[in-house]
T-cell receptor
Framework: AQSVSQHNHHVILSEAASLELGCNYS??????LFWYVQYPGQHLQLLLK??????LVKGIKGFEAEFIKSKFSFNLRKPSVQWSDTAEYFC???????????FGKGTRLHILP | DVKVTQSSRYLVKRTGEKVFLECVQD?????MFWYRQDPGLGLRLIYF???????EKGDIPEGYSVSREKKERFSLILESASTNQTSMYLC????????????FGPGTRLTVT
């Protein structure tokens, strides 16, 4: 069965630090990839998505992610984090055969002011 | 704006009770999903529905059932609540063929005592 692995469960950074959150998936076929974010007390929302084309995708709030097919990875990056980026981040995969999304276990990001 | 609403934000029930969690979406989406969210486990799919009166099991359907009598409404039923069903329950909807457009509700935090 498809699975999604997020390497870090909890990350603590200072403001202006660079961020990279790891994500690997197990499915070998065509995949659609997502990062979702849940800010404290808010709904889960889509941060960015990859379907095809340029493997470097840009999302909201300065986030980007790179799809590396050979590594089955879709890591999330931001060059300079802000206190407002404190949230839980979920990597997710869709196999393209149906509309289901499989989520990773999430990474809690805490930014120190 | 897509709206996914859930009937309760917080719910406390006793072991053995039958529990209904209701979800309503206002965007005429074909797909609806129920997840549970637990710390360190991410989002796990319980059931989903691609159409009225249609349902499919997700990854953790045991102890749950669902009902979709109308397109806009998707109910999750705990036939006999148990303490291990204490969790945050999230409902989501998406248009058919657009898995990236999965919109989430605010969640229902259920405590079973």
């Amino acid at each position: 069965a498809q699975s999604v692995s997020q390497h870090n469960h909890h990350v603590i950074l200072s403001e202006a630090a660079s961020l990279e959150l790891g994500c690997n998936y197990s499915y070998g076929g065509t995949v659609n990839l997502f990062w979702y974010v849940q800010y404290p007390g808010q709904h889960l929302q889509l941060l960015l998505k990859y379907f095809s084309g340029d493997p470097l995708v840009k999302g909201i709030k300065g986030f980007e992610a790179e799809f590396i097919k050979s590594k089955f990875s879709f890591n999330l990056r931001k060059p300079s984090v802000q206190w407002s980026d404190t949230a839980e981040y979920f990597c997710a995969v869709n196999e393209g055969r149906d509309d289901k999304i499989i989520f990773g276990k999430g990474t809690r990001l805490h930014i120190l002011p | 704006d897509v709206k996914v609403t859930q009937s309760s934000r917080y719910l406390v029930k006793r072991t053995g009770e039958k529990v209904f969690l209701e979800c309503v979406q206002d965007m005429d989406h074909e797909n609806m999903f129920w997840y549970r969210q637990d710390p360190g486990l991410g989002l796990r799919l319980i059931y989903f529905s691609y159409d009225v009166k249609m349902k499919e099991k997700g990854d953790i359907p045991e102890g749950y059932s669902v009902s979709r009598e109308k397109k806009e409404r998707f109910s999750l039923i705990l036939e006999s609540a148990s303490t291990n069903q204490t969790s945050m329950y999230l409902c989501a909807s998406s248009p058919s063929g657009s898995p990236y457009e999965q919109y989430f509700g605010p969640g229902t935090r259920l405590t079973v005592t």
